[in-house]
């Protein structure tokens, strides 16, 4: 068996009397992409923070790579690529002056980053625009070049706090596309996301995070078989309509949720559903059947709330 590059166990982290991660276990190998799905709040930041060695853990134990980042951050830093939520670039350099400042800080040999630089620049689609300054950039171009500087160490684990807020969807295509080959190139990824969407096209696995505990732990599959049902039937009924119809759909799904603007009705079984709601004289003016998805299981588990 190898051993896990990242191990926690009890994971927590306090800040006076706040408890923003308590008490988390998981493990991330090898040459996967691992998530942390949850609410703002949830806890995911705190936990990436320790993560990368640079918030001290309150108590439980982290070990990354096999080593203690209370005591060996510096060796661990060392081995990290870090994307963090915001891109913490400098505006007033080029595309490439940035790359090669931070291949400085890691003390790499000149010839050596120069050599990085054309590699990654043609990784993230900067080659053009190697001569830009960042603040010229698009959103979706400042993002790759974030990426691409994260990688200017080689790093044995990458960790990305949010990478695709704020992006168009054109944006965070290309950029699941270039985090997907780090992933065939065997660099082992850690992902905090609140979009379902690019966990299920990034994740191998993932953990559902809410008010700074796990709830739930799987592969986007496991967690949509074992938290919710097959398929969901979305009902619209007329202005007024939906609340004297609700009673009437008692039992034909697993289970129903009343939303402001439809029904939603969980079954495994889409077909004998909506002839038994037809059955019952009930005439939605919309029924939408779709395939259950990684957001139903998240808002099952974590509530439609909103939280600031």
Known sequence: ?????VLATDLTKRFGDFLAVDSVSFEVRNGEAFGFLGPNGAGKSSTMRMIGAVSPVSAGSLQVFGLDPGTDGETIRARLGVVPQEDAL????SVEENLYI???YFDLPRPAIRKKIEELLDFAQLTER???KVESLSGGMKRRLTIARALINDPDLMILDEPTTGLDPQARHVLWDRLYRLKQQGVTLVITTHYMDEAE???DRLVVMDKAKIVAEGSPQQLIETHTT???IELRFPLGVQETVVDRLDG??????????????YTDDADTATSEIAARDLH??????RRSTLEDVFLHLTGRSLID
Do not use: F, H, N
């Not at 068996?1 to 590059?5: C, N, S």
């Not at 939605?284 to 059947?289: D, M």
């Open 230 to 232: 097959r398929e969901v």
């Open 1 to 5: 068996m190898v051993a896990p590059l």
């Open 201 to 203: 096209q990034l994740c």
């Open 102 to 104: 931070y291949g400085r």
């Open 90 to 93: 400098d505006t007033e350099l």
């Open 130 to 132: 190697r001569t830009s």
């Open 284 to 289: 939605p003016e919309s029924v939408l059947v």
């Open 252 to 265: 034909i799904g697993k289970w129903t949720e009343v939303l402001p603007d439809r029904i939603l009705m």
